[in-house]
């Protein structure tokens, strides 16, 4: 069974940077669709970055507007994890981190609901 583990949240400078990593176990992540998902209080959970499962070797990947320039997904399959480099940070950013995955979606969506599998969250916060 597919487990998810989110690790590297922390306390930031706005303008820093931060990883974030989601490990799973018990699957191959190549063949999962990945959504990093951020909820900050009072709020709903908002979509950040979705990466479709491989097809024929291509990905799909989504950015939100709102991060778009300052984040990037990356996957590393040897240690089926996949990151989130967060650079240029704001106190906007401030929020719950969750990864999520889905079996076989070959697009990049920012629906949750289309995830079944979410991590435990990691906190990040942005403030001087």
């Known amino acids: 069974q597919l487990q998810l583990v989110e690790s590297g949240g922390g306390l930031v400078q706005p303008g820093g940077s931060l990883r974030l990593s989601c490990a799973a176990s018990?699957?191959?992540?190549?063949?999962?669709?990945i959504g990093w998902f951020r909820q900050a209080p009072g709020k709903e959970r908002e979509g950040v970055v979705c990466?479709?499962?491989?097809?024929?070797?291509?990905?799909?990947?989504n950015y939100a507007d709102s991060v778009r320039g300052r984040f990037t997904i990356s996957r590393d399959n040897a240690k089926n994890t996949v990151y989130l480099q967060m650079n240029s940070l704001k106190p906007k950013d401030t929020a719950v981190y969750y990864c999520?995955?889905?079996?076989?979606?070959?697009?990049?969506?920012?629906?949750?609901?289309?995830?079944?599998?979410w991590g435990q969250g990691t906190q990040v916060t942005v403030s001087s």
């Open positions: 990466t479709s499962s491989s097809v024929r070797g291509v990905r799909f990947t």
């Open positions: 999520a995955a889905k079996l076989g979606i070959q697009r990049a969506t920012m629906n949750s609901s289309s995830y079944d599998n």
């Open positions: 018990g699957v191959n992540l190549d063949y999962y669709a």
